[in-house]
């Protein structure tokens, strides 16, 4: 092999790590490479250098490290040279509008790496090019993003975050110049690209003469303001927020939210929540939790719990590290915690928006026939029986808010008020002004939420009983079993596409009927008179929907982010049917026949989530 060093005995090995050792100028991570090779640990080479990260929708993210399989300087030129290629390609104007960067707290002192550091990396790439460059001069909420984007005009916008995904992580998100995240086929074009430009062009390591250049901006305190005041055309009842006596506590889990929700609290003249001081301030060793995720649920809240109940607080608030997601608990009479599912909140959050909305008294406001709300296919159907009762619109996407902050932007342009969206995994968009879930406007809307019910005196778990006994209960039990076999995985929806016989999918499920089956895999869905799905597929992942008799309807994916297979379930009941313990009990029976049929966990050797439903 160059470079002095021996051969690994794997050619196409040798080659990677020769053009690393040739690209790569971050001395840790160029000797961490040297010293694998010496000690000839292959696992741990063939772990960095077996494939390059792939570039999808979600962008990159992966653990940070050396190598091609990890997010390090290197691979973040080679990432930002591509995007460069393909925006220059795209945008004549490019060098007049230019692109915003943010970045979480993440750090990885071992191999150098941090959000920062990686952002100031995309900087400099771009700026190489001439192109102006908007960076925050420090940490943001993803949300600041894309705000930033549509705000500016911006062709386009980069936030370096890992969201709540383990502390090794990092990432690397992209927002196009409509505000909202890309989609096809703009992934496949910018991985193209990347291929085209990995060897660092003269300039793109350096940072130095980049942060000195005319072309960078700092955006912070500017978007910081403008954020502000823009999410307080969400706030109606200022007087009751003013005097309001309850008490909500707030974690940020060692992230960036705590000095934005803060600031959106002030923005609607709340009294501040109290701050779970182990947690408020960013730290990338997220100390005090197994997982920095508020979507695990109790463990994450533990702190949380002892403030609240030592203020005498009856609602906490938690966002996740990059603070573009919320979760929320309530203290109930009993003293017990309740923590609520994301369908629960889409549902709370959902009916709140609309009732502000038929509230409002100003001119030019929308007719219900022009406003719509959203949700993910995965995601609850409560906003589709709201919708059918109270006249507005609701239309359902594909998985993840890439797809809703594209459609509320094509609707948006055809002049329709789109009021709310949401998705499960605790995300929610509650203003327009950000294409994106969005945990600080959505802390702030839940405050005074909070506050509203309140004055009334009405909880927040009675509120969400009575959505439920005028739309119809929604009972949701989501959860997964971790799998680190593609193979397992391909077999086993495989199996479902061929159940009896070729080409046929099941037609029960331990005694449930099945009435339809879509699958985004292949485009199949049979309620469609041609067959043919009428949401995009992707064969790229696994997603197939079962609608049974019962009202139950179920989904099995797997994840793009993480080695999982996920299932999705609901019992959608009529109005009027609220004997919660028999729909529990039959939404129970519906998951263990389709773990049991469809899963089949021993004999696929899946590991199940420890905690096995989420409710």
């Avoid at 961490?32 to 292959?42: E, I």
């Avoid at 927020?241 to 803060?262: D, L, M, R, Y």
């Avoid at 022009?370 to 609701?394: C, N, P, Q, W």
């Avoid at 899963?599 to 989420?614: A, F, H, S, V």
Wanted: with cysteine; hydrophobic share 35%.
């Amino acid at each position: 092999m160059e470079n002095g060093l021996e051969s690994t005995g794997d050619s196409r090995l040798d080659q990677a790590v020769t053009q690393w050792l040739l690209y790569d100028k971050n001395p840790k991570t160029v000797a961490a490479v040297r010293s694998m090779v010496k000690d000839k640990a292959l696992s741990e080479l063939q772990r960095c250098f077996g494939a390059r990260m792939e570039f999808g929708t979600a962008g990159l993210r992966a653990a940070m490290g050396p190598g091609v399989s990890c997010m390090n300087d290197l691979t973040i030129i080679q990432t930002t040279q591509g995007f460069c290629a393909y925006l220059e390609q795209c945008f004549t104007d490019l060098k007049q509008r230019g692109v915003v960067i943010g970045f979480d707290a993440r750090a990885h002192p071992s191999s150098g790496g941090s959000s920062k550091r990686f952002a100031c990396l995309a900087a400099s790439v771009l700026i190489s090019r001439g192109v102006p460059v908007y960076l925050f001069s420090d940490i943001t909420p993803t949300p600041y993003v894309p705000f930033t984007v549509s705000h500016l005009g911006l062709c386009a916008g980069i936030m370096v975050t890992a969201s709540h995904n383990p502390k090794q992580d990092n990432g690397y998100k992209v927002y196009w110049a409509n505000g909202a995240q890309i989609i096809p086929p703009h992934d496949k074009g910018i991985a193209a690209a990347i291929e085209q430009n990995l060897e660092p062009w003269p300039e793109s390591w350096d940072t130095d003469g980049a942060l000195q250049s005319s072309l960078l901006n700092d955006p912070y305190q500017d978007i910081h303001r403008e954020y502000c005041q823009t999410i307080q055309q969400h706030c109606f009842h200022r007087e009751l927020n003013k005097n309001t006596k309850v008490k909500i506590v707030h974690t940020s889990v060692h992230g960036v939210g705590h000095i934005f929700v803060q600031a959106a609290f002030k923005a609607f003249d709340l009294h501040p929540p109290y701050a779970v001081e182990e947690q408020k301030d960013p730290d990338p060793e997220f100390p005090t939790v197994k997982y920095p995720n508020p979507e695990e649920g109790e463990g994450v809240l533990t702190l949380s719990f002892a403030l609240a109940d030592k203020e005498g607080a009856t609602v906490i608030l938690a966002n996740d590290p990059d603070a573009d997601r919320l979760a929320i608990a309530e203290k109930q009479k009993s003293g017990q915690w309740r923590v609520f599912s994301g369908n629960e909140l889409g549902a709370l959050l959902g009916w709140w928006m609309f009732q502000c909305w038929k509230q409002q008294k100003v001119e030019g406001k929308a007719s219900i026939k022009d406003v719509y709300m959203l949700s993910s296919t995965v995601s609850s159907k409560i906003l589709r029986a709201i919708a059918v009762k109270e006249g507005f619109h609701f239309e359902e996407t594909l998985t993840g808010f890439k797809w809703m902050g594209n459609r509320a932007r094509e609707l948006m342009d055809q002049g329709k008020t789109v009021l709310f969206a949401f998705e499960e995994a605790i995300g929610y968009m509650c203003s327009h002004a950000v294409l994106d879930k969005d945990g600080v406007s959505a802390a702030a809307i839940a405050g005074e939420f909070v506050s509203y019910l309140a004055s009334k005196n009405i909880t927040l778990s009675h509120q969400l009983r009575s959505i439920y006994e005028e739309y119809g209960y929604h009972i949701t039990k989501n959860s997964y079993f971790i799998c680190h076999n593609q193979d397992t995985i391909n077999r086993l929806f495989e199996r479902l596409r061929n159940y009896d016989g070729k080409n046929s999918y099941p037609k029960e499920c331990g005694g449930f009927a099945i009435t339809a089956v879509r699958d985004l895999t292949t485009g199949y869905d049979s309620n469609q008179p041609d067959n043919k799905a009428v949401l995009p597929t992707s064969k790229s992942s696994q997603m197939i929907t079962f609608t049974f008799a019962n009202g139950g309807v179920a989904t099995m994916r797997t994840s793009g982010t993480e080695p999982k297979i996920k299932y999705y379930t609901e019992l959608c009941a009529a109005p009027g049917n609220s004997d919660l313990n028999q729909l529990n009990a039959e939404l129970d029976n519906l998951v263990d026949a389709i773990v049991e049929h469809f899963y089949q966990p021993e004999k696929n050797d899946l590991t199940p989530r420890p905690d096995r439903y989420i409710s």
